[in-house]
């Protein structure tokens, strides 16, 4: 979301795409600037993508 502005992107669009594309499955949209929806990307890389039960030394930083 922070880059949208920068490359005439509209959120209204993603988003409506995102839903079009991912139908029942979820999406974040994630802004660096404010940290909005990090957790959930970092969450879900840690528990859905690499690791059955994520590294201990990590589990802190994003929960």
């Not at 490359?7 to 669009?13: I, K, N, S, T």
């Not at 409506?16 to 802004?31: F, S, T």
Request: hydrophobic share 45%.
């Amino acid at each position: 979301m922070d880059l949208a502005p920068m490359v005439d992107a509209d959120l209204d669009v993603m988003v409506r795409d995102a839903k079009i594309v991912r139908i029942d499955k979820p999406y974040v949209l994630v802004n660096c600037k404010t940290d909005q929806g990090i957790e959930d990307v970092a969450r879900h890389i840690l528990h859905d993508v690499l690791f059955d039960q994520p590294p201990k030394n990590l589990v802190s930083q994003v929960r």
